[in-house]
C-alpha cells in the first residue's frame, strides 16, 4: 500500500481536501492513515454543526496532514525511501517551529496557547509512511 493524499465526501454535500490514506495499487482500496483515524473522525463530527461552507481541508486540521501535503507539493521523488526521508525531515522541522512556539507560549503564560501547541505536537509523534500490513 502506497501513501497519497485523497479528497473525501461527507455526506454527499462537503468536500474534505487533503486527507492522508493508504492505497492498494491492486485493487484500488483505500483506508486513512491509523494515527489521523481519531482528529478525521472529530473533524467530521465538528461538521455536522457547520451550516455553509463545503470544502476543508484536513490539513488546516491536523499537523501530519499538513506535514504530508507540504511535502508531496513541493518535490518529486524516484523511491519511497527517498519520500520516507524527506518526510521525515519536513516532520522534524515542524516539530522544532512547534516546540519554540511552545517555549514563547510558556514565556508569556498563555496556557491555552501551550495546550493547543501541545496538541499539535502530539499528532506528529512517529508515523511510518509505508503501511506494513
Not at 25 to 49: H, M, T, V
Not at 87 to 104: F, H, N
Amino acid at each position: 500500500m502506497t501513501i497519497h493524499m485523497h479528497t473525501l465526501i461527507y455526506n454527499s454535500k462537503v468536500k474534505i481536501s487533503d486527507v492522508p490514506v493508504y492505497t492498494c495499487q491492486a485493487c484500488s482500496r483505500y483506508e486513512p492513515l491509523p494515527n489521523i483515524k481519531r482528529d478525521l473522525g472529530g473533524f467530521i463530527a465538528e461538521l455536522a454543526e457547520v451550516r455553509g461552507r463545503k470544502k476543508f481541508s484536513f490539513a488546516e486540521k491536523n499537523e501530519w496532514a499538513n506535514v504530508l501535503k507540504e511535502t508531496f507539493a513541493s518535490l518529486t521523488v524516484s523511491s519511497m525511501a527517498e519520500l520516507e526521508m524527506k518526510v521525515r525531515t519536513a516532520t522534524q522541522s515542524r516539530i522544532d517551529l512547534l516546540l519554540d512556539l511552545y517555549r514563547l507560549a510558556g514565556d508569556i503564560k498563555d496556557p491555552g496557547w501551550m495546550r493547543e501547541t501541545e496538541q499539535r505536537l502530539e499528532q506528529l509523534t512517529v508515523h511510518p509512511v509505508r503501511n506494513t500490513n
